[in-house]
């Protein structure tokens, strides 16, 4: 699917729950292994918003169409942390989104893109940061949309399954910007295949590690993709699409770098 800005700016919206009946949390409470992965993409939610700023100076902003995206796109992501931390406080899980950005200041930017920084950020410029910011981000939303889907149809509840549908959706339409962002820059440049094969390969890492604890990164992918190889899979052949990087499977081995058996 190619990407729209103009259609996604017409058409972004906080998603919605107001509809949806939360009372039904108090009859049919969510179980403790569920909230602990809602907590963790709560934050993960939350973090994509506190680094807007930061992402504005890097070179990625300055390509057509890439700022005006991240100023809609945070604000998604952001109602979607404002979405689950409803639905945890309905459990006495208070999760303040002013606490999250505290911490998101502490640990730098960076967080979001992981490892990247020690690795080969600083020796990037101009094209080649952008497709690795490009097909990061599409990595880093695959596995958002895969993740909401599996807990939506894993807990099959009233109140919660249709919000993680609704929000999966929003997420369809990042990966849509990210994977024409990134396609662009991989067809234009060998060296940028060669380069974001390597990072992806060797760095890139499931989406809040390096900002949530590795025990809790293990927990949330064990919970939704632990033997599940076949989603793994699903997801490898999407980035195996993109020009130049057949035969990736950096979802599989991420997972088993972490210990989820697939
Ligand atoms: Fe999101
Ligand atoms: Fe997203």
New binding site residues.
Partial sequence: MAFDLEQFAQTSVPVKYEDLDFDTFESQPLDAQTLRSLRYMCDV?YH?SCFLRDLLVTPSHREEDAGGFMTM?NR??FW?GEALSMVLARHGIIVDYDEVKAKREKLGWMGALGPLKQSVLTNLAGTDFVAVHMVWGAA??LS?VAAYRRLSAMTDHPALSPLLKRIAQ??TR??AFYTTQGRERLEASQTAQKIVRMVMSRVWKPVGSGMMDESEVRHVMGHLFGGHGDEMDKLDKRIQKLPGLDGLTIFRSAFARLGVPA
Avoid: D, R, S, Y
Wanted: hydrophobic letters at 25%; charged letters at 40%; zero cysteines.
């Fill in positions: 939610e994509t796109w998604e992501e979607h880093n939303e958002a929003q997420e990042h990966v």
